[in-house]
């Protein structure tokens, strides 16, 4: 079944441009509400989070009265991290979770992410029965059943209790002096409330919302930020979260940063060192370095490698039985504890093994030698295809067999914006630069 409206994750785009419009949202809940009403219970519920963009509580609203046209109790959880959404959609026994959110985007975006009761993301297939009740007839509810709407308070409370289990028991922060950088995103109260309850010195950073400034110049895609505040206020450590607290990325107290690859062979050396990794493998995407690859080697460890995007990652988590996986941009899926990336508690599992080690965060971070990697994004038209053009698919097939047994290319279309990305790996710094800037070239040249 074909998809037109979800991408890789979720429904994103331009807010108030199609598909980001209220109509579209309200549309989305009432065929939401038609999917998971199918079992025929009398009581349905759903979860719903956001981030702090202007434009999410335009589509809170739209997707409430969807839901409830067709039957369905809302719960508003206000603004919080999508993982709590994850979690809270399985602990409140809801049908399904939403979270409207275009993650690291910019505030001009938006997007809405659908969870099932287990927590989990959406299926593929689960995805494409949605699309095909929207571009149908949605029949309402009858009148007496039409669903109520209610805003919880303790939602996010509820999420900080839980992460705070999450850390190991015994073990606190006190000492430690803590940078947190919330993005101005959802996670803006609950991360410095965490980590300050488990004892640490906190320095807030990105914790001011005002509908427009999420991800603007903070949070996990500009972890030079955090890196600042934590020399300039002499922190231990630096936790780089994104607007809806999904990805992380981990800065030293020297500001040095750590994107997810170092995260993840930090937490699989540690993992299968305690007997923890599930089936001896991390799961990782196309993305990740080849240095990660050849770290899991050297301890007798697998790299499962998946299409990019942190569904496919859980997916293949899921259908082998494995406990860690995620991306290297920073999205950390732990299944021990979360049903989707954590940007919080990786970053609490982090500091786990600063405290239980001793060691400083320097001596953490870098866990490998990364192969020189080089990616770059080419924007291109409405209606354009760049990777169909001819002159495109000669110089990738060029780059390929110039980097042949010394490297590798990877060239894919972003499933969140009209992007194409070139990344290639290469132990020569020199020829990597000249085939990613040969195919940048040839790509901006179609776009």
Request: proline share 4%; aromatic share 4%.
């Amino acid at each position: 079944m074909s998809r037109k409206l979800f991408g890789t994750d979720g429904v994103r785009g331009r807010a108030n441009t199609h598909p980001m419009t209220a109509e579209m949202a309200l549309r989305l809940g009432a065929a939401a509400g038609r999917y998971f009403r199918r079992g025929g219970q009398d009581h349905h519920r759903v979860v719903i989070g956001k981030d702090t963009r202007l434009s999410s509580y335009m589509l809170e609203n739209a997707l409430t009265a969807g839901l409830t046209s067709t039957g369905m109790n809302v719960l508003l959880l206000g603004p919080v991290p999508t993982p709590a959404v994850g979690y809270l959609t399985r602990s409140m026994r809801a049908d399904v979770g939403i979270m409207i959110s275009a993650s690291h985007n910019p505030a001009h975006d938006n997007g809405i992410k659908f969870f099932g009761p287990d927590g989990f993301k959406l299926s593929d297939e689960a995805e494409a029965e949605i699309e095909s009740i929207v571009a149908g007839e949605i029949v309402p509810a009858q009148p007496q059943n039409i669903g109520r709407a209610k805003r919880i308070d303790d939602g996010r409370g509820r999420y900080v209790e839980y992460a705070k289990t999450t850390f190991p028991a015994g073990q606190r922060l006190e000492g430690l002096k803590v940078v947190v950088d919330c993005a101005h995103g959802a996670a803006y109260r609950a991360a410095p409330d965490v980590l300050w309850e488990l004892g640490a010195e906190v320095i807030p950073l990105g914790v001011a919302p005002n509908g427009h400034n999420i991800n603007d110049g903070v949070g996990s895609t500009h972890p030079e930020a955090a890196a600042r505040a934590v020399l300039e206020h002499g922190a231990d450590i630096g936790i780089s979260l994104d607007g809806d607290a999904d990805r992380v990325m981990i800065i030293d107290e020297k500001g040095q940063v750590a994107d997810g690859d170092q995260i993840m062979a930090l937490l699989a050396g540690r993992w299968a060192e305690q007997g923890r990794l599930r089936g001896g493998a991390l799961v990782a995407t196309v993305m990740s370095n080849l240095g990660l690859e050849r770290f899991l080697q050297g301890r007798g460890l697998r790299l499962e490698r998946t299409a990019v995007g942190d569904r496919y990652v859980v997916e293949r988590m899921r259908g082998q039985g494995f406990n860690l996986g995620g991306e290297q941009s920073g999205h950390i899926v732990m299944t021990d504890y979360a049903t989707t990336g954590d940007g919080l508690i990786a970053g609490l599992q982090f500091l786990a093994a600063m405290a239980e080690s001793g060691r400083r965060a320097s001596d953490l971070v870098a866990q490998f030698e990364p192969v020189p990697q080089m990616l770059k994004n080419v924007r291109y038209a409405a209606g354009a295809d760049p990777l169909s053009v001819e002159a495109v698919q000669a110089e990738i097939a060029r780059a390929e067999a110039r980097l042949d047994g010394q490297g590798r290319v990877l060239i894919r279309k972003s499933g969140t914006e009209p992007l194409i990305r070139v990344m290639a790996e290469a132990e020569d710094e020199t020829v990597l630069r000249e085939v990613v800037d040969g195919i940048v070239a040839a790509v901006e040249k179609a776009a």
